[in-house]
């Protein structure tokens, strides 16, 4: 199975990020942030494959670990995406303020042990031992949702393939385009 029909097979239709599809363009994905501040990030641009979905919706192992090193955190969302020969899982922590560095990191990785766990199922329950590999991991911290105090211009970030080297960016308008996450 293509690991796409896999995912829309695995994960419940709650946890998935609202999808826009005109005419197919590419998609644009809501990606909403529940709670007091009830923000909204909207990614523009997606590849016509691609699944997001919400990765704080798995409940936090809290009965099981002792969350001593805040193992049981979980990022936002989880992006899933493919355009041609080029794969990606972007994780993303959404802050309507500037939130602690420290404490996004471990939500990013939270979600990365999430995607390592859906790996570890598919691969037991579907017999899909090659779901998910090759896809190259991005690791995204958005600020300041909506708070519009400077440009939106960022400046030229290296490659965020882990949690330490996350790429930070503000979403003052509540916009990001896809490639940049990238």
Same mark, same amino acid.
């Given at each position: 199975?293509?690991?796409?029909?896999?995912? /829309?097979? #695995?994960? +419940?239709?709650?946890?998935?990020?609202?999808?826009?599809? #005109?005419?197919? +363009?590419?998609?644009?994905?809501?990606?909403?942030? @529940?709670?007091?501040?009830?923000?909204?990030?909207? #990614?523009?641009?997606? *590849?016509?494959?691609?699944?997001?979905?919400?990765? =704080?919706?798995?409940?936090?192992?809290?009965?099981?670990?002792?969350?001593?090193?805040?193992?049981?955190?979980?990022?936002? /969302?989880?992006?899933?995406? +493919?355009?041609?020969?080029?794969?990606?899982?972007? /994780?993303?922590?959404?802050? @309507?303020?500037?939130?602690?560095?420290?404490?996004?990191?471990?939500? %990013?990785?939270?979600?990365?042990?999430?995607?390592?766990?859906? +790996?570890?199922?598919?691969?037991?329950?579907?017999? &899909?031992?090659?779901?998910?590999?090759?896809?190259?991991?991005?690791?995204?911290?958005?600020?300041?949702?909506?708070?519009?105090?400077?440009?939106?211009? &960022?400046?030229?970030? *290296?490659?965020?393939?882990? *949690? =330490? =080297?996350?790429?930070?960016?503000?979403?003052?308008?509540?916009?990001?385009?896809?490639?940049? %996450? #990238?």
């Amino acid at each position: 199975m293509d690991d796409f029909e896999v995912l /829309y097979d #695995l994960l +419940r239709g709650e946890a998935l990020a609202p999808v826009e599809n #005109l005419r197919g +363009r590419p998609k644009t994905i809501t990606l909403e942030e @529940s709670g007091q501040q009830g923000y909204v990030l909207k #990614l523009l641009g997606t *590849p016509n494959d691609t699944i997001a979905f919400k990765a =704080d919706k798995f409940p936090p192992p809290e009965c099981l670990f002792q969350n001593s090193r805040h193992e049981c955190k979980r990022a936002d /969302y989880v992006v899933i995406a +493919r355009q041609r020969n080029k794969k990606w899982i972007v /994780y993303i922590e959404m802050k @309507s303020g500037t939130g602690k560095t420290a404490e996004i990191k471990q939500q %990013l990785r939270g979600a990365k042990c999430l995607v390592t766990y859906c +790996r570890a199922i598919v691969q037991e329950f579907w017999e &899909e031992h090659g779901f998910l590999r090759g896809f190259a991991e991005r690791f995204v911290g958005v600020r300041e949702i909506r708070i519009a105090k400077r440009s939106t211009r &960022e400046p030229r970030a *290296p490659v965020h393939d882990n *949690p =330490d =080297d996350m790429l930070t960016m503000s979403a003052p308008k509540g916009i990001i385009h896809f490639r940049k %996450l #990238l």
